[in-house]
């Protein structure tokens, strides 16, 4: 069974700093993207940062330079370092590996953790 947990989440002040990690189980996350989506109260599911399995990245366009994503294969871990935080960042961050390839199909994700940027 393919399993994600995330850690990291909190209230934070805007200009504030976080980061996030996910680890995964059960299977071999290397071979598969990892990252991490939000959903902010009252709007769909976005895309906040991807690392492919060749290492390339993509973001949501509001990302601006002030996050960055990260892996680590060893640990079957994935992080997001957060700079900059704004009030508009507070939603719930979802972990997520996925992607199609010789080992199978995978999409998964985590149970969320919750990002409260306030004074």
């Known amino acids: 069974q393919v399993r994600l947990e995330e850690s990291g989440g909190g209230l934070v002040e805007p200009g504030g700093s976080l980061r996030l990690s996910c680890t995964g189980s059960?299977?071999?996350?290397?071979?598969?993207?990892m990252g991490w989506h939000r959903e902010a109260p009252g709007k769909e599911r976005e895309l906040v940062a991807w690392m492919y399995s060749n290492g390339n990245t993509k973001y949501g366009d509001f990302v601006k330079g002030r996050f960055t994503v990260s892996r680590d294969n060893a640990k079957n871990a994935v992080y997001l370092q957060m700079n900059s935080l704004a009030p508009e960042d507070t939603a719930v961050y979802y972990c997520?590996?996925?992607?199609?390839?010789?080992?199978?199909?995978?999409?998964?994700w985590g149970q969320g953790t919750l990002i409260t940027v306030s004074s």
């Open positions: 059960g299977t071999i996350f290397s071979l598969y993207g």
């Open positions: 997520k590996a996925g992607g199609s390839n010789w080992h199978g199909d995978l999409e998964a």
